[in-house]
């Protein structure tokens, strides 16, 4: 079965600050996809980023990044000098082959981050 | 292009009642899956469909049905409610099923069964 956890249930850091979000999956495809979602309050999760289970490429899009490892199974989110706007629950989501729905997403626990002026 | 639409935004149930839940997709998209997220979760996949026809199913009692419409449209039915069915019901929706595809999120319908 597949699986994704998010072992950070909630970050608390101040503005400026860097951060790093982790995120650990688990699952026996050889081809899959990963995902990372934030959620604002208003509750609509919004699609940041999609990394195949090919490139291992690390990715940056403005202040954020992500690292992509294989080995250990990971794929950890880096906000760079964080702003109050950051602040949401952030969603690491895996989907794969194995799925009976093609794009069927599982989705981690959650990681809240505060970011405080 | 209008995202992802939901209707209604919030609905209040008794125990026992049912409720629809509506879901428009993006233009030109044709697969439509619905999430339940209990709070302080994450989305928990309930359906998928992709050209009229279910083609997953998640961990759910049949209390928990649902369609897609000729335009794409989808309904979520839910039977007999629960007090533990009270959570935000996500529709996504996305080209196709094929696992690359991302899937694009409504702004949710927010249950309460009381």
């Known amino acids: 079965a597949q699986k994704v956890t998010q072992a950070q249930t909630e970050i608390s850091v101040v503005e400026k600050e860097d951060v790093t979000l982790d995120c650990v999956y688990e699952?026996?495809?050889?081809?899959?996809?990963l995902f990372w979602y934030k959620q604002p309050p208003s509750g609509e999760l919004v699609f940041l980023i999609r990394?195949?289970?090919?490139?291992?490429q690390n990715e940056i899009s403005g202040r954020y990044s992500w690292n992509f490892q294989k080995s250990t199974s990971s794929f950890n989110f880096t906000i760079t000098a964080s702003q109050v706007v950051d602040s949401a629950v952030y969603f690491c989501?895996?989907?794969?082959?194995?799925?009976?729905?093609?794009?069927?997403?599982?989705f981690g626990g959650g990681t809240r981050l505060m970011v405080k002026p | 292009d209008a995202g992802v639409t939901q209707s209604p935004t919030h609905l209040i149930k008794t125990r026992g009642q049912h409720v629809t839940l509506r879901c428009s997709p993006i233009?030109?998209?044709?697969?439509v899956s619905w999430y339940q997220q209990v709070l302080g979760q994450g989305p928990q996949f309930i359906f998928q469909?992709?050209?009229?026809?279910?083609?997953g199913r998640g961990n759910f009692p049949d209390r928990f049905s649902a369609r897609q419409f000729p335009n794409y449209s989808s309904e979520l039915n839910v039977n007999a409610l629960l007090l533990g069915d009270s959570a935000l019901y996500l529709c996504?929706?996305?080209?196709?099923?094929?696992?690359?595809?991302?899937?694009?999120f409504g702004p949710g319908t927010r249950l309460t069964v009381t």
């Open positions: 989501a895996l989907s794969g082959p194995r799925n009976n729905a093609g794009n069927m997403l599982t």
């Open positions: 699952t026996r495809d050889t081809t899959y996809y």
């Open positions: 233009s030109g998209h044709k697969s």
């Open positions: 990394r195949n289970s090919f490139d291992e």
């Open positions: 469909y992709y050209e009229k026809e279910e083609r």
């Open positions: 996504a929706s996305s080209l196709g099923r094929a696992q690359s595809y991302e899937q694009y």
